[in-house]
C-alpha cells in the first residue's frame, strides 16, 4: 500500500471510491475532501467503521480542508455537478471547471508530487485544466474514462455472448462522450475475435448501447449518474499504480504525437505503474477507427478550446 491517497469529492462517486481504496487497502490512510460541511467527515467516519467488520486497516478522514491531504502519493478529482437528465457532460463544461482549477491549485501546494486520476467531467477537458494548473508532467495526470467505457461494453458483450465478463478482452479509446471508439478489430473472447461469434447487426447495437451507456443509467436515476461502476474503474486505476502492475488500460492521456496527435487528453491504451503513466501504446487501427478517433478528437477540442482557465 502507499501511504496517502486523496480522494476530492466525497458525492457518490467519490466516497464509494474512498470506500473501495480502503476495503482494499490500497493506501494507509484514504482522505475525502469536500466543500459541503461535515459530509466528508460523516461519510469517512461512517465507512472507517465498517473496517472491523469488512476487516481493513486503512484509515478513512473526511475534511472540508487540504492540511490531512498533505504528501498525498495520489489524488482522485472527482468534485463538481454530476450530469443531470438531459444534459451533455458539455453542460457542466465551466461549472466544473472552476471546481477543477480551485482544487488543483490546492492539490499543487500540498502534494506536489502527487499523480492525479481525474474523474470530474467533460473528462477530457478536466483532466487538460488540471495538467494546466498544477504543471505536473504528463506521467502525473490521467483522466479515468476509458476503463469505465470498456467495461460497459464488456458487460454488453458478455450478456449477449452469454459468456463470462472475465473472457472478454478489449478497449474503447477516444474522448468521454458520444465520440468514443469501441476498437472492435481488438475484442476478443479469450482470443477469438468477436466478430466470428457475434451477428453485425447486435455488435453494432451493443457499440451504440456503450457509446450511451452514461446516459442510459441518467435517465434511471433521474438524479444523478453512475457511480459504482465509475469507482470502481478510478479504483481500478489506483491499483494498478499503487501495485506497479504494469496494466494496460485505456485512459485519458496527454496527447505528445500519438495516433498524430498532439496538446490534448484523448483515450489511449496507457502502462500504469507506479511512475503514474509509463508508456502509450500505438496499436495499428483500421481506416475507419482512425477515422473515428479523430472525430473524438474534434469533440474534445471544441469545449477545449471555450474552457476559461
Ligand atoms: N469520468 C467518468 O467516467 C465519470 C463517471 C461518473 C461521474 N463522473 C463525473 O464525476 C463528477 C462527480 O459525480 P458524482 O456523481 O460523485 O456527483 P455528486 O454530486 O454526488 O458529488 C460531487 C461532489 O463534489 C463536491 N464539490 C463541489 N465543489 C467542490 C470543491 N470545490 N471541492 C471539493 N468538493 C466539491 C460536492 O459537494 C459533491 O459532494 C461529476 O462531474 C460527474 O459528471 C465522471
Request: net charge negative.
Amino acid at each position: 500500500m502507499v501511504n496517502k491517497i486523496t480522494v476530492v469529492g466525497a458525492g457518490n462517486v467519490g466516497a464509494t471510491t474512498a470506500q473501495r481504496l480502503a476495503e482494499k487497502e490500497l493506501a494507509r490512510t484514504v482522505v475525502m475532501v469536500d466543500v459541503a460541511d461535515g459530509i466528508p467527515q460523516g461519510k469517512g467516519l461512517d465507512q472507517w467503521e465498517s473496517a472491523p467488520i469488512e476487516g481493513f486497516d486503512s484509515r478513512i478522514v473526511g475534511t472540508n480542508g487540504y492540511e490531512e491531504t498533505a504528501g498525498s502519493d495520489i489524488v482522485v478529482i472527482t468534485a463538481g455537478i454530476a450530469r443531470k437528465p438531459g444534459m451533455s457532460r458539455d453542460d457542466l463544461l465551466n461549472t466544473n471547471a472552476g471546481i477543477v482549477k480551485q482544487v488543483s491549485e490546492q492539490i499543487k501546494k500540498t502534494s506536489p508530487n502527487a499523480i492525479l486520476i481525474i474523474v470530474s467531467n467533460p473528462l477530457d477537458v478536466m483532466s487538460y485544466v488540471a495538467k494546466e494548473v498544477t504543471g505536473f508532467p504528463r506521467e502525473r495526470v490521467l483522466g479515468m474514462a476509458g476503463v469505465l467505457d470498456t467495461a460497459r461494453y464488456r458487460s454488453f458483450l458478455a450478456e449477449a455472448l452469454d459468456v463470462s465478463v472475465r473472457d472478454i478482452q478489449a478497449m474503447v479509446l477516444g474522448g468521454h462522450g458520444d465520440t468514443m471508439v469501441p476498437l472492435i478489430s481488438y475484442t476478443t473472447v479469450s482470443g477469438i475475435p468477436v466478430t466470428q461469434l457475434i451477428d453485425k447487426a447486435k455488435l453494432d447495437a451493443i457499440v451504440d448501447r456503450t457509446r450511451n451507456g452514461g446516459a442510459e443509467i441518467v435517465k434511471f436515476l433521474k438524479t444523478g449518474s453512475a457511480y459504482y461502476a465509475p469507482s470502481s474503474a478510478a479504483v481500478q486505476m489506483c491499483e494498478a499504480i499503487v501495485l506497479d502492475q504494469k496494466r494496460i488500460l485505456p485512459c485519458a492521456a496527454w496527447l505528445e504525437g500519438e495516433y498524430g496527435m498532439k496538446d490534448l487528453f484523448l483515450g489511449v491504451p496507457c502502462k500504469l505503474g507506479r511512475n503514474g503513466l509509463e508508456q502509450i501504446l500505438e496499436v495499428t487501427l483500421t481506416d475507419a477507427e482512425t477515422a473515428e478517433l479523430a472525430k473524438s478528437a474534434e469533440a474534445v477540442r471544441e469545449p477545449m478550446r471555450a474552457v476559461k482557465l
